[in-house]
Antibody, heavy 116, light 107 residues
């Protein structure tokens, strides 16, 4: 069974940092592209970042470019999102999702709250 | 960046109704479009990919068509479990933008 489990969310002050993790199981993680998608409370979905299966190709939304870093460890079947210089507008549920063209599996999400 | 515009933003319908949601891209995206369904407190669920391909396990009452800039998602006969929010997403070029969502409510 394919599973994606996010962790690492929580309450952080503006300007602070958090590192989200996504643990993958039930499929060959190293064969799949991965994405992070977020959803602010009561709002729609926002694509955040993409990483290729090897990690060699990466893209970011303009809203997080220069502040967030996506990475993966294929040996550990894990995806990461390092979030620095956090702002109130980064408050959201963050989802990891398998594949880019057709995100067929999603995690349950982890809530990040940026507030003083 | 490619902007995705869905209409309507919300729609009320009854069980058994046929409902159509449209998604328009600000520039051509060929068939690089996916549709997702999201229920409150849950992760999105993939319904359609490549504009018209039904994801495995998704009921055949869901269908989609279109290419280029204009796309439609049709639910042929609404079931109680279909009341949710629907999003389109373009996968033609990064950033992979979503539409703003269409909330399907019970009339």
């Amino acid at each position: 069974e394919v599973q994606l489990v996010e962790s690492g969310g929580g309450l952080v002050q503006p300007g602070g940092s958090l590192r989200l993790s996504c643990a993958a199981s039930g499929f060959t993680f190293s064969s799949y592209e991965m994405n992070w998608v977020r959803q602010a409370p009561g709002k729609g979905l926002e694509w955040v970042s993409y990483i290729s299966s090897s990690g060699s190709t990466i893209y970011y939304a303009d809203s997080v470019k220069g502040r967030f870093t996506i990475s993966r460890d294929n040996a550990k079947n894990s995806l990461y999102l390092q979030m620095n210089s956090l702002r109130a507008e980064d408050t959201a549920v963050y989802y990891c999702a398998r594949d880019a063209l057709r995100s067929d599996y999603w995690g349950q999400g982890t809530l990040v709250t940026v507030s003083s | 960046d490619i902007q995705m515009t869905q209409s309507p933003s919300s729609v009320s319908a009854s069980v058994g109704d046929r409902v159509t949601i449209t998604c328009r891209a600000s520039q051509g995206i060929s068939s690089w479009l996916a549709w997702y369904q999201q229920k409150p407190g849950k992760a999105p669920k993939l319904l359609i990919y490549a504009a018209s391909s039904l994801q495995s396990g998704v009921p055949s009452r869901f269908s989609s068509s279109g290419s280029g800039t204009d796309f439609t998602l049709t639910i042929s006969s609404l079931q109680p479990e279909d009341f949710a929010t629907y999003y389109c997403q373009q996968a033609n070029s990064f950033p992979y933008t979503f539409g703003q969502g269409t909330k399907l409510e019970i009339k």
